[in-house]
């Protein structure tokens, strides 16, 4: 069979640690399931700017690009806080997000039930909790021009980014996330801040068009992005799916991914346009957690998300569904049996390390 | 004594029947003891757009430009979703904050230990809670320029906002944030996204260096504006004073004030620069929450926000502290004997209107 080419890109802090619990699984399913895998391993980050003064080299931005999907661990770290803004770590990831155009990118936040209790919610406002935020990943004020620092002279400075939208960018995006609220509860909410923002007012009429266009099935409502992040907090619940911008991804998905009280379980995957050849998408799997320098090296980090990455690699790079579900199913299982790496743990569970975690999710799988 | 000149816009949905009630303590306060405010009233939002087609008229700003403090209740509601961007409710708010150089605005998320289990947070989170937010409120991308939608042809449209943000404009919200720690414990949190916009790398320099030179006995600290977002979530008692830009101050003030579980009792206070002459400040100060039109007229909102925004009038705009104490505590006085407004209302207590709910509160002031 054809192989599958997977381009691994561990990173700083706990990124290898994580990273090195997902290759005993292709390891397995390599041996066990002659699944085919092929790995090739490069450097982002820290460890790439320490390595040749780039956050990520050019040579491994094509194995990237080449790759069936790229598993990325996490950048950045103290060591790196003065580098210039160029090659600092996180230009490394931003540059394989814009040059890959990895335009989706998908969060889900579910509450493992084992884990209801962890959350700073209530345990009945996150019980059962399952939603997914999509957030629109190469556009926006990440990448808008002008980004820039000007010298006003007399001690004065300015700083500016700029929020640029196009309808094709919001229209696939937004297309992305009613697709996959038709495999979920159909639902999806759009956020943005049209009550101050021209970018807000486009995406708003934007969605709305391509709903009414190609989607209508589906359930749309709008929320501004500031009552959006206050209703997450107060009852996540009535959210089924979540379409918004980069920004507002990026706050509202973190803020999400706190909600379960399980930071080091949750996944993503940022995945480009379907090739018009071949239907491939490009992607890349990584933890929504960073780099926890203040961890790393002890071998205490939870491997979960990266491992439940590896699982959203599996169903959307591969269509390996059922192999995704059982990765899936053995994470929850090694949950209810009571074994916690030290960020999740609670009262008579037994505590592990992170590779004791990693063969626990292998046993179990 | 000189007259104390108020001018108030109570706006839309329940913001005039909240308003009602601060009129009673004005009343009060002049005839009891002799405080000798003069109000004067106007339109703003919707109602101002139904009266003239413009969301705040002329001769309107110019009171509230000549006033010693603004009371605003709240603008907005869905008769207006379709008037034209420029004369949308939102734009007599933010015509009053730009013109009137409302560069600081101050929002409080404070937990009333009555109310201590109606978060959706477990109560240890939140009991006791007391943070300052300090958002920056007349710069970045509420006001840069361009911020417009273009045509580009072919069915494309372009989006584009201006995150804009000078040093100076950085400089005094810093310094208002960092004083005003120095009258709590202490500690100021920065938040940006230094990351991955140039407004944040220089915002952080900017709030690094003003507290160098001139407030290095406060506590400072950085985070990224994701981070603070979940960790506002996650352990919000670890702030004192939080200090960013207009935008994530939207947001993050919103997720702060949820926390409590009280969005119908959180006030805010926006003020401008001391004048060179008089050391006054211009200053308007309004509720948290919106205008709520759902239960607009019916006699059910909750006046607490509005009642404890003019508690912050009277300490901010008239030195007033005693009285502003005083009201504060009658607030918390009317909560512990359970008298309680439909949206905060839980078992074992008495459910009001919200003329009860004034009335009472003005009977312990
Ligand atoms: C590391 C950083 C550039 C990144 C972002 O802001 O997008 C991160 O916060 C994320 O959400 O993936
Ligand atoms: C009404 C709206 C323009 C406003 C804002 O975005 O600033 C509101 O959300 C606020 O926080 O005061």
Chains 1, 2 share one sequence.
């Not at 059962?128 to 400075?157: A, S, W």
């Not at 918004?244 to 379980?265: E, K, Q, W, Y």
């Amino acid at each position: 069979m054809a192989t599958r080419s997977l381009f691994l890109l561990p990173g700083d802090g706990i990124g290898p640690e994580a990273m090195a619990e997902v290759r005993k699984i292709i390891a397995h399913m390599n041996d066990k399931e002659a699944a085919g895998f092929s790995t090739d391993e490069g450097l982002v980050g820290g460890s790439a700017y320490d390595a040749h003064g780039q956050a990520i080299s050019d040579a491994d931005m094509e194995k990237a690009m080449a790759a069936d999907a790229v598993l990325f661990g996490a950048v950045g770290g103290p060591k790196w806080d003065s580098v210039p803004y160029e090659v600092r770590p996180e230009a490394g990831l931003l540059r394989l997000r814009k040059d890959m155009e990895l335009f989706a990118n998908l969060r889900p936040a579910i509450c493992y039930p084992a884990l209801a209790n962890s959350s700073s919610l209530k345990q009945d406002v996150i019980e059962g909790l399952d939603i997914l935020i999509v957030r629109e990943l190469t556009g926006g004020v990440y990448f808008g021009e002008p980004k820039e620092i000007i010298d006003l002279g007399n001690g004065q400075k300015r700083g500016i980014d700029t929020q640029v939208y196009d309808t094709y960018e919001i229209d696939r995006i937004a297309a992305v996330a009613f697709e996959l609220a038709r495999t979920r509860r159909n639902e999806v909410c759009s956020m943005e801040k049209r009550n101050v923002m021209k970018s807000g007012v486009l995406w708003n009429e934007v969605v709305t068009a391509t709903h009414k266009d190609r989607f209508s099935d589906v359930k749309l409502s709008h929320m501004l992005a500031d009552a959006g992040g206050m209703q997450l907090v107060r009852w996540p619940k009535q959210f089924d799916v979540i379409v918004t911008d980069n920004l507002f991804g990026d706050m509202l998905s973190d803020i999400a991914a706190m909600l379960t009280g399980s930071l080091g379980m949750l996944p993503s995957a940022s995945l480009g346009a379907p090739d018009a050849n071949t239907g491939k998408r490009k992607a890349l799997y990584e933890p929504v957690h960073g780099s926890a320098p203040d961890i790393a090296g002890q071998g205490i980090a939870n491997p979960i998300a990266m491992i439940a990455s590896f699982a959203m690699c599996l169903r959307y790079s591969f269509n390996m569904v059922a192999e995704a579900d059982r990765l899936e199913a053995a994470i929850a299982a090694v949950l209810d049996k009571g074994l916690r790496t030290g960020d999740i743990m609670s009262d008579g569970c037994r505590k592990i390390t992170t590779a004791e975690m990693g063969d626990a999710i292998l046993a179990s799988y």
